[in-house]
């Protein structure tokens, strides 16, 4: 794998480990729930930590970079840390940036970032810790940290800790040991801690100076995922050997990858830091098991605002798009990209490569959150950073440290109208779930409710793992995943079965958690404004909640299956004289050109123009507030198929999650109401 210039690099690049303490000169910055804190420090004024004070839960990535922060990938984003967090009804970040014309954080001379439990929840996008670090963040303690941020954070460099007594002892000016920022960490994450970063580490593993701890698990009772975890273990780093005999939680090392992809959001970033560390004439490992997307930022310059664009931001999201294009070019990397009118793209990555190219029990990584979807195939498929993908070119394996998992069994026969989606808002309901406990851990999918449904709709499922804030979500290759195979992919029927054969979880496999869930107890579905974790029955909401915007598409909601649900609630509402309402706008966006496809040879497209609703080619689109379908005021109301709804996830308004039923049928009546099947 390692090429000659390779070796010549590794050899030739100045490596050294971290000093064994750590001194923090700079401010301690306190992301309160009070906006008039926040503003009291960015105006210098220092605030002691105490257990007293409330500090922000739940801050997800996108109130740390915004959508439109990740247009610059350079350090240009040490000025925007911050910029959508929102305390109470404020948003002190953006606010001082608006008075200033600069960053407060930067200017502040803060080094340690605080705040509640679940810091870096939602999108994967490394521009959040690079922003933090750029800016001078040299330290992150938070009640809780999710997984891929937490990642991201070590392999640039960062460190991260839950101890909230270091508060004092930085106050105080103390050395702090470097162990404390490693400790109970497995072997190798502490040496990339040491190190430095992950690239530094893989640099020392690549010369020897690393070690790799063998893994010995003897054969034991072993999940799905961890049984393909096992097949793509490095077992040897040099002589290449892949696999091992058995897995454990807390086992760690790397794993080879079968599919590596990244979109326009990421890819700039990991070249840059490619063609930064090995030089431009450095070539990738394997190109032809690396995808580049171009599906976050089509419609981008249909939606963005006359002030953004006074800025200059559609010119610079414009460079993501060639920086892309060019890298894969120079490399050889095959770019999923725009129509040649421009009309929208390919498709939305997840749904590419479920369709197109992933198999059950291959290990995928992609640049995304919801990296996951490909789950419904029986694949071990997750989120990674900025720093994993880079790395990846190089070496074509990842880190991983063996989660445990959680089975989440759902049992029964549902309701005639309830869907995957409305499986999943239950689940983000349950107590377990929205405490956090499944932070991290692989969710298995399993029971007859969720084997009666078709792949599609399993992939609802497995993308949402990522609102879970799970490593992975992956349901068990079946008949019905081997007839998808066939039909989606061409691969003739014994062949299909023989993929998905032994992909099972062992009798007598271990789970941190079994959930068991009654599906014939389940009602339809709806995640109140704010996090996808607010699900309550749409029965339950208090009165009727009019809407002004529909929204059925994403990666989640945009597959045939979805198609389907949408046709047949605005079939039944033709065939009863019925429009979308006058006062509703109901967006309908494919997740890929096969799926407008599907659409066009099934008549769904004269029945969504007939009912008044507005299709859309795939793009990410509204999901990430940068395409139509996204709210403009704060008093719109949405009722939306997307995954997340967190806030200004897609706008400043008001945003409900559901299923496409829900959502569909929402549109008709002009409030959020559940679909009722007549007979």
């Not at 590794?10 to 000169?25: I, Y």
């Not at 640049?367 to 074509?396: E, K, M, Q, Y």
């Not at 079965?497 to 009798?507: K, Q, T």
Request: hydrophobic share 40%.
């Amino acid at each position: 794998m390692e090429t000659n210039e390779l070796r010549e690099i590794v050899a030739k690049w100045p490596l050294s480990r971290r000093s064994e303490t750590m001194r923090f000169e700079g401010r301690t910055l306190l992301l309160a729930e009070d906006p008039d804190l926040i503003r009291r420090q960015l105006a210098g004024e220092n605030v002691a930590w105490s257990p007293s004070l409330k500090l922000r839960d739940d801050i997800s990535t996108d109130e740390i970079t915004p959508a439109y922060i990740c247009y610059y990938y350079d350090e240009t984003l040490g000025e925007y840390p911050y910029h959508g967090l929102k305390a109470s009804e404020a948003f002190p970040f953006r606010e001082f940036f608006e008075a200033h014309g600069h960053g407060g954080v930067r200017a502040g001379g803060f080094a340690v970032s605080v705040s509640g439990t679940r810091r870096g929840k939602g999108s994967s996008r490394e521009q959040s810790p690079w922003a933090e670090m750029v800016a001078g963040i040299r330290l992150v303690v938070a009640g809780s940290i999710e997984r891929i941020y937490r990642q991201n954070c070590q392999n640039l460099g960062v460190l991260t800790s839950t101890d909230f007594s270091l508060l004092e002892r930085i106050r105080r000016g103390e050395e702090i040991p470097l162990a404390e920022f490693t400790r109970g960490e497995d072997p190798i994450t502490r040496q990339v801690i040491e190190y430095g970063g992950l690239f530094p580490f893989n640099v020392a593993r690549l010369r020897g100076e690393a070690s790799l701890p063998p893994l010995a698990t003897p054969p034991r009772p072993m999940t799905l995922a961890e049984k393909i975890l096992a097949s793509h273990f490095v077992a040897d780093a040099a002589t290449g050997a892949i696999g091992v005999a058995a897995v454990k939680p807390g086992d760690s090392g790397f794993v080879r990858t079968d599919l590596r992809f990244s979109h326009e959001y990421v890819t700039p970033m990991a070249a840059i830091f490619f063609e930064k560390m090995l030089g431009p004439q450095a070539r990738v490992a394997d190109p032809g098991s690396i995808l580049f997307f171009r599906d976050h930022l089509t419609f981008l310059d249909r939606v963005m605002t006359p002030e953004r664009r006074a800025m200059g931001l559609l010119e610079v999201a414009n460079q993501l798009k060639v920086k892309q294009e060019e890298f894969g070019r120079a490399q050889g990397i095959r770019v999923h990209g725009e129509l040649a009118d421009g009309s929208g793209s390919e498709g939305i990555c997840h749904s590419v490569v479920s369709q197109s190219y992933a198999l059950p029990g291959q290990v995928i990584i992609g640049s995304d959150s919801h990296t996951p979807h490909s789950g419904a195939l029986g694949c071990v498929a997750f989120g990674v950073g900025t720093t994993d993908v880079f790395n990846s070119w190089i070496t074509r394996d990842v880190r991983v440290r063996v989660p445990e998992s959680v089975l989440i069994r759902v049992s029964g026969h549902p309701p005639a109208s309830l869907t995957a989606k409305d499986f999943m808002l239950a689940i983000l309901a349950h107590p377990y779930v929205k405490s956090g406990k499944a932070i991290g851990k692989i969710v298995e999918y399993a029971g007859s409710a969720v084997e009666a449904l078709g792949v599609d709709e399993r992939a609802t499922m497995t993308n949402m793992a990522a609102e879970v804030g799970a490593f992975t979500g992956i349901v068990a290759p079946d008949e019905t995943t081997a007839r998808y195979l066939e039909r989606v992919r061409g691969i003739p029927r014994a062949e299909a079965e023989r993929l998905c054969a032994g992909w099972r979880s062992d009798p007598g496999a271990e789970y941190a958690m079994v959930i068991e869930i009654d599906a014939s107890s389940l009602r339809p579905m709806v995640a109140l404004p704010g996090d996808p974790g607010n699900g309550v029955p749409v029965a339950d909401l208090p009165g009727r909640v009019a809407i002004q915007i529909a929204y059925g598409g994403s990666c989640t909601a945009g597959k045939p299956e979805d198609m389907d649900m949408y046709a047949r609630v605005l079939a039944a509402a033709l065939g009863a004289g019925r429009r979308v309402h006058p006062d509703v706008t109901f967006w309908i966006q494919f997740g890929s050109q096969e799926v407008k496809a599907y659409c066009r040879e099934k008549g769904y497209l004269q029945i969504f123009e007939k009912a008044g609703a507005k299709v859309i080619e795939p793009s990410c689109g509204a999901c990430i507030n940068a395409g139509p379908g996204v709210s403009t005021r704060t008093d719109q109301v949405t009722v939306s198929a997307i995954n997340r709804n967190f806030p200004g996830r897609s706008g400043p308004g008001q945003m409900y999650l559901a299923s496409p039923l829900t959502v569909a049928a929402s549109a008709i009546e002009g409030y959020i109401t559940e679909f009722r099947p007549r007979g």
